[in-house]
């Protein structure tokens, strides 16, 4: 029973463009939303997150947007750089559930030149 | 200075193998985890500590078994090692009263042979 759910394993863009990682997730009881930001042989790194409370957050060149309704959320990285290549991924957890954070799959992204 | 330091971070085992592998954090976190990351890339939580007490065990074979002799280290023993534990282990911590996700260590790749 995956809660959370990141359907494109990979996404590759250029460098300069947008990327846009999506992510859904099935539990209404989650409240708090985190991106990971992930390079091989290192372990993944907190980028942004957002509370139930807002639509939006805005870090820098990363913005994660929040649909309650859709239980869906995206991160979006602009402009996308080559150093941003890295697996995301997308977590949640609920008030509920204490400090439990449920993951998804991860999305490579790549930034090509 | 590592906040999340995990020790070692190649294991390389026989099966029926006893191994351990070390994680300390030096944040003044009051919550540490270990979690799986699969062939498939999941992460999944396996354990969480919480000034010593274990607050989260999910399914998970007896053969492994955390240890936390003080809030900052959580080791993670694992008895009669099989083929089916190679994976990447990774630690985590949090703190408590403004939860805002995890500091994760590097992770110990674990190969059964």
């Known amino acids: 029973d995956q809660q959370v759910k990141q359907n494109s394993p990979s996404l590759s863009v250029q460098e300069g463009r947008i990327s846009i990682l999506n992510c859904d997730y099935t539990?209404?009881?989650?409240?708090?939303f985190l991106w990971y930001k992930k390079y091989p042989a290192e372990g993944p790194t907190f980028l942004i997150s957002?509370?139930?409370?807002?639509d939006k957050n805005e870090d820098g060149r990363f913005t994660v947007f929040l649909n309650k309704s859709a239980k869906h959320l995206s991160l979006h990285i602009v402009p996308s750089q080559p150093g941003d290549s890295a697996v995301y991924f997308c977590?949640?957890?609920?008030?509920?559930?204490?400090?439990?954070?449920?993951f998804g799959e991860g999305t490579q992204l790549t930034v090509n030149p | 200075d590592t906040a999340v330091s995990q020790t070692p971070k190649y294991l390389v085992t026989q099966m029926g193998n006893d191994k351990s592998i070390k994680c300390e954090q030096n944040?003044?976190?009051?919550?540490m985890y270990w979690y799986k990351q699969d062939s498939k890339k999941f992460l999944k939580i396996m354990f969480s500590?919480?000034?010593?007490?274990?607050?989260i065990n999910e399914t998970v074979p007896n053969r492994f078994s955390p240890k936390s002799p003080d809030k900052a280290h959580l080791n993670l023993h694992i008895n009669s090692l099989e083929l089916g534990d190679s994976a990447v282990y990774f630690c985590?911590?949090?703190?408590?009263?403004?939860?805002?996700?995890?500091?994760f260590g590097s992770g110990t790749r674990l190969t059964v042979v």
């Open positions: 985590a911590s949090s703190q408590d009263r403004v939860f805002s996700g995890y500091t």
């Open positions: 957002i509370s139930s409370i807002k």
């Open positions: 500590y919480n000034n010593k007490e274990l607050i």
């Open positions: 944040l003044g976190h009051d919550t």
């Open positions: 539990n209404s009881m989650f409240d708090y």
């Open positions: 977590a949640a957890s609920a008030q509920t559930s204490g400090s439990r954070l449920t």
